[in-house]
């Protein structure tokens, strides 16, 4: 069965350090990842995505992800939280090109 | 020009009534898909449609009938409306971009019934 799970629902960083929401997955399959951000009362964005290219994963607003296969985790870091970055956070997998599987979500909360 | 767009942003509404929202993408997309946000912020799959063909549905009550008259378009019908559709509504479509599938969203309508 494929699923995905994000370890977190709630992070609490402060501005300025270090930012991490973590993502497995379960899957029989080589998986597409993604990452998207939702601000509150806004849509979803999509912040990265990793295909099988390169392991490490470089998106907008100074977000990344590392792949890693043999842990089956995509989590995602940033080195340096803003209070712009303060949002909910979605981790996605999808197998077979038009099904996605949703994460529960993290919510990030960056503390001045 | 926006990439995939919903109408209305905000829907207000008495129970009982019958509700419609509207989805369209210039994307070029083949697929385009309904998600239910809940107040806990959870995503859940509605329906999925690949040139108007309907490939996913959900355990969604018969009271939605989703509609696509055209590839771009995928409209949500809602019958006999119920305090428990409450919710945000998602459209989403999805095409092959940088090596995989990827899912584009609209802004969202925040469904209130009273």
């Known amino acids: 069965a494929q699923s995905v799970t994000q370890l977190d629902s709630h992070v609490s960083v402060s501005e300025g350090t270090p930012v991490l929401l973590r993502c497995n997955y379960s899957?029989?399959?080589?998986?597409?990842l993604f990452w998207y951000v939702q601000h509150p009362n806004k849509g979803l964005q999509l912040l990265l995505k990793y295909t099988s290219a390169a392991t490490l994963v470089k998106g907008i607003n100074g977000f990344e992800a590392e792949f890693k296969k043999s842990e089956t985790s995509f989590h995602l870091t940033k080195p340096s939280a803003h209070m712009s970055d303060a949002a909910e956070y979605f981790c996605v997998v999808s197998f077979t090109g038009n099904q996605f599987y949703f994460g529960t979500g993290t919510s990030l909360t960056v503390i001045p | 020009d926006t990439a995939v767009s919903q109408t209305p942003k905000y829907l207000v509404t008495q129970m009982g009534n019958d509700k419609s929202i509207k989805c369209e993408q210039n994307?070029?997309?083949?697929?385009m898909y309904w998600y239910k946000q809940d107040s806990k912020k959870f995503l859940k799959i509605m329906f999925s449609?690949?040139?108007?063909?309907?490939?996913i549905n959900e355990t969604v009550p018969n009271r939605f009938s989703p509609k696509s008259p055209d590839k771009a378009h995928l409209n949500l019908h809602i019958n006999s409306l119920e305090l428990g559709d409450s919710a945000v509504y998602f459209c989403?479509?999805?095409?092959?971009?940088?090596?995989?599938?990827?899912?584009?969203f609209g802004p969202g309508t925040r469904l209130t019934v009273l």
């Open positions: 899957s029989s399959y080589s998986p597409s």
């Open positions: 994307l070029g997309h083949d697929t």
């Open positions: 989403a479509s999805s095409g092959r971009t940088s090596g995989a599938d990827t899912q584009y």
């Open positions: 449609y690949n040139n108007k063909e309907l490939i």
